[in-house]
Structures are given as structure tokens and as C-alpha cells.
């Protein structure tokens, strides 16, 4: 990864110091060609790829040279994942190459064109995959069940099986904050554990690096962000109503949180970044028997 120093050197072209300066939309990748020129954009611009930068750093997460397959399904968070990627590669501050990959799983009326026209016009390297998935999950699941868990799996192996093919070292996925805590109150609320969704991992088969790296990036910023860029999002809504989701529940309960108590979602975040394991109950991460007393200098 290049440190502060070499970041500057790679990016001295009357920005000033700070790698992370702002550019004008005719000096920047062409995807911000048309970007917002107004000062509430550019700092949202500037927090985001200063959250994505400083996460990318804390876990270590760049091997320069190597290649991402970089996971985009048409919505919001993964249209701002690539933009932002590539955002931060432009500056010379992400020494990797980048693969962009939709995999068209078959969902009844999936606008087809619109990824692959959409990453061509912005001069983007890019492989769009169909497999029929969706035929899969309506064989197995009966009707009215869930899709999302099974759909997600069958997605994830299609996804690794690319990576493998491409070269590449790594997939890229855009789950954010609001994704990460999400999870962490389903899996205490209904699985009984405390997890959630990690910035990095090494899949079951340990060959493949998942990298998450708005993982402490806000929801509502990518979704302004995505409005000001004028994403053609595509809604996943194509296999019918999802109406009752436990992830929507779950949702609703922490932005109900957030609006009564402004800022909780960033305390909760930090929390999970501050883990005490000798203030749980949990004696495989913590040895409570070999907890002892200091004797020393006391009565006897």
C-alpha cells in the first residue's frame, strides 16, 4: 500500500498536499465528468473516499498488483463501491486492477442493457455473467418463502468461481455501516451469537481475500451519493415482495433508534471496534480459569 508520503508524490499535480483534495470534474475519472459542482457534493465525495481510504488501510487490504473482481448488482451501494474504487485509483492511491461483474441471475424482466452500457460508456473493464439462479431458488423454496438467503448463496459461489477464472485475489462487496449492524442485531436477536459482518475475510476454501470497504461508510450518505451521480439504479425488486424480512425489521428498529437518538448508529459502530472479551461470558475468547490474584504484599 502506498504510505502518506508516496500518496502525495503520486498526486502533486496543484491539489496541495492532501491526497484526498478536491479535483475538478474535468480532471477527475470520467465517471465525475458531470458530478454536482457544489460544496455539499464535494465533501460528501471527500468523507466518503476518506472512510473507504482509511478502511482499505486499517485492514491491510491492498497487495499492490493484484486484481479485484469488484461485485455490482445495480443498486446503489455497489454502483458507489466502483465509482468511489475508482475514484481512489485515479489519484494513485489504490495500486490494484479492478474488475467489474454483474451476474444476471435470470430474474423475470432484468433490464440487461443497462449495466453493460452504463460501464462501457465510463471506460470500465467488466464481465456480466448469466446463470440462471432464480429458476433454482423458485424449484427449491416453496411459494411465499424467503429467496434472499438462498438467492445470496448461489450468487456469492457464482461470484467466487469468477474471481478464480479473472486472476483475481479478491471480491469486492459494497455492504456498508447500516449492513454491518443490520447483522449483528439479527444474528444476537434471532441466532444467539455476537457477529457481523467483518471488513475482510478469507473465504472456506482460502483462496479468495472478501473485501468490504464501505463497511464504515453510512447508508444515507451512499444514497446521496448515488443520487448526485444519477446511478440508472435498478430496484431489487425483481422477485416479487420481500414484504417482512427480518433484515427490514431489523432495519426499521435501529433508524428508529437513530431518529430518536441522532449519532447511535456511529456509537454502535465503534462498539464493534472496541471488543472487551473479558466482559463477556464467553470462556473460548477469554480464559476465566486462568483469571488469578495478586497475593503479593497482602496480610497473611
Known sequence: MLDRAEARAVTDDGRGDDPIAEVAGEGAHPLFRDTPSSVGFKKLR?????????????FAMVRPGARWLVAISGGK???ALLALLHDLKWR??????????????GQPNFPKHILPEWLSANGMA?????????????????????????CSRLRRGHLYRIAREEGCEALVLGHHRDDCLETFF?????GGRLSAMPAKLVNDEGDLFVLRPLIHSAESDLERFAQAMQFPIIPCDLCGSQDGLQRNLTKAMLDDIESRYPGR??????????VRPGHLV?????????LSLNTEGTDT
Open 46 to 58: 471527500k468523507r466518503l473516499l476518506r472512510e473507504m481510504r482509511e478502511t482499505i488501510e486499517r
Open 77 to 79: 451501494d455497489s454502483y
Open 92 to 105: 494513485g492511491l489504490l495500486p490494484v486492477d479492478l474488475l467489474a461483474c454483474n451476474l444476471d441471475q
Open 126 to 150: 467488466h464481465r456480466i455473467e448469466y446463470q440462471d439462479t432464480y429458476s433454482v431458488v423458485t424449484d427449491k423454496l416453496p411459494e411465499g418463502a424467503t429467496y434472499c438467503s438462498l
Open 186 to 190: 439479527m444474528n444476537l436477536l434471532h
Open 265 to 274: 448508529k456511529t456509537v454502535m459502530m465503534r462498539a464493534l471496534s472496541n
Open 282 to 290: 464467553d470462556p473460548s475468547v477469554f480464559d476465566f480459569t486462568g
